[in-house]
C-alpha cells in the first residue's frame, strides 16, 4: 500500500504529516511512501531528506493523490471553499484518510468524505486509554502550545519572571495562574516554574490536585461539585451554565492578584466556556497577559479576539490559533510519530486491516463505505439510527 504526504493548505500551517526520519519505518512495515515536493520545508524537513529515507518525490498534487490508498494530513479539508473542491475533487473511493479532522466542529466536512467512499479516521477521538497514548495527536499538539503559551506570556508582560536579587534590589517573581490542566496546562505550568515564576493552576477536576502540586505549582480548590467533569473517554466535558456562573465568581480574586493567565479549558467540538470576565479583566493590573489557548472554540475569556493580540483595560489579551504550528520542527516530529503507530496498529504483513473490536479503531473511524459512522458525527449531522456498519457489528 501507498502512504502519501501532501503539502497542507490551511493558513499559516507549518507543518507536515511526516517527517523523513519516520519514512524508514513505514517502508520496513511495508508500505511505499510518496510525499509531494516542498511538503516539509516549512518544518525545515528538505525534499532531500525524505529521498534519503526512502521516499518517493511527487511534483504533482493531483498525481500523489491519485495514487496513494492513504493520506497523512494534518488538518482536513475544510481550510477554504476554493481548496475543499479542488482536493475533494482529487479523492477516489476506497481511500483511507488519517488526520486532525475536526469531525465535531465540521460534521459537513465529514459528510463530505463519506459521500466521497473514504475510510476516514479522527485522531480526536481516539480513546484516552494506555495503549493509545502512541497515538495521541492531540496531547503532543497540546504540549507544544502549552509551553508556547508561556514563551507568548513572557514576551508580553512588563516584568520579570523570576526572582532577582540585583544591586538595584530585589525582584519579586511573576505571578501566574494556569486554568486547566489536561495537557498544555501542565506544560505551561511546568515552563512558568523553569522560568522562575510563582504558579498556582485551577482545574475543574480535583483528582489532577497531585500532578499539579508534583510540578510545583499551588492548586487552586473551588468548592464546586465537578463529579461530571469529566467523560468516561477521559475528555472535559461542558458543564452548565449555572456551574460556570459560580465558578467565575469564585475565580475572581485569584485572577485579579495574578500577573500572567494562561487558559486552556477547550470542550471538543463545542464553544468554549467563559471562565475570564471583563469585570475580572478589570481587576488585573496595567501590563497584566492572559494567553487564551482556547480561542479556536472562542476563547475563555470573554474579552479574547481569536488571532488577535488586544489591550482591554490595560490588559494584554491574547488569542492565537493554531499554536502548535508556530513551533513545527519538533510539532511535525511528535504528530508524525503519532500518525506512524496509528497505522502500524492497522497494519498486519503490509495490508490494511479494520477490526472494530479494537477500540482504538473504532472510537476515531468516522466515515466508512459511503457513510458517516461515528455516532457523535451522526447525531450533529441529524441522521437518525445506527450506521450499517453498527449494525453488522451488532449482529455478529
Not at 260 to 284: F, R
Not at 323 to 339: D, E, F, G, R
Amino acid at each position: 500500500m501507498i502512504v502519501g504526504v501532501a503539502v497542507e493548505r490551511y493558513p499559516n500551517e507549518n507543518r507536515v504529516a511526516l517527517v523523513p526520519a519516520l519514512v524508514t519505518d513505514l517502508v520496513k512495515a511495508g508500505l511505499e511512501v510518496l510525499v509531494e515536493a516542498g511538503a516539509g520545508e516549512k518544518a525545515g524537513f528538505l525534499d532531500d531528506a525524505y529521498k534519503e529515507n526512502g521516499a518517493r518525490l511527487i511534483a504533482d498534487r493531483t498525481e500523489l493523490f491519485s495514487s496513494a490508498d492513504i493520506l497523512f494530513l494534518v488538518h482536513g479539508l475544510q481550510v477554504s471553499a476554493e481548496a475543499d473542491a479542488d482536493d475533494l475533487k482529487l479523492l477516489r473511493s476506497g481511500q483511507i484518510m488519517v488526520g486532525l479532522l475536526n469531525p465535531l466542529g465540521a460534521p459537513e466536512a465529514v459528510r463530505q468524505l463519506a459521500d466521497k467512499d473514504i475510510t476516514a479516521f479522527a485522531l480526536e477521538l481516539l480513546p484516552r486509554i494506555a495503549r493509545s497514548q502512541p497515538m495521541d495527536a492531540l496531547s503532543s499538539m497540546a504540549t507544544v502550545a502549552g509551553y508556547k503559551a508561556v514563551l507568548l506570556a513572557a514576551g508580553a508582560l512588563n516584568k520579570l519572571y523570576p526572582m532577582m536579587i540585583t544591586a538595584a534590589g530585589t525582584i519579586t517573581p511573576a505571578r501566574v495562574l494556569i486554568v486547566g490542566a489536561g495537557v498544555a496546562g501542565p506544560q505551561a505550568i511546568a515552563t512558568s516554574k523553569r522560568l522562575g515564576a510563582l504558579v498556582r493552576a485551577y482545574d475543574v477536576r480535583p483528582a489532577v490536585k497531585e500532578q499539579v502540586e508534583s510540578l510545583g505549582a499551588k492548586f487552586v480548590e473551588l468548592e464546586l461539585e465537578t463529579e461530571e467533569a469529566e467523560t468516561s473517554g477521559g475528555y472535559a466535558q461542558a458543564m452548565g451554565e449555572e456551574f460556570y456562573r459560580r465558578q467565575r465568581e469564585m475565580m475572581k480574586r485569584v485572577v485579579e492578584e495574578s500577573d500572567v493567565v494562561i487558559t486552556t479549558a477547550a470542550i471538543p467540538g463545542k464553544k468554549s466556556p467563559i471562565l475570564i470576565t471583563e469585570d475580572m479583566v478589570k481587576g488585573m493590573e496595567p501590563g497584566s497577559v492572559i494567553v487564551d489557548l482556547a480561542a479556536e472554540g472562542g476563547g475563555n475569556c470573554e474579552l479574547t479576539k481569536p488571532g488577535e493580540t488586544i489591550n482591554a483595560h490595560g490588559v494584554i489579551i491574547m488569542g492565537p490559533e493554531n499554536v502548535a504550528s508556530t513551533i513545527p520542527y519538533h510539532a511535525s516530529q511528535m504528530y508524525s510519530k503519532n500518525l506512524t503507530a496509528f497505522l502500524k496498529n492497522m497494519m498486519d504483513d503490509g495490508e490494511f486491516r479494520l477490526d472494530l473490536e479494537d477500540q482504538i479503531i473504532r472510537d476515531s473511524l468516522i466515515t466508512h463505505k459511503g457513510e458517516v459512522v461515528n455516532p457523535q458525527v451522526r447525531e450533529l449531522l441529524g441522521l437518525s439510527g445506527s450506521s450499517r456498519l453498527e449494525e453488522e457489528r451488532s449482529n455478529t
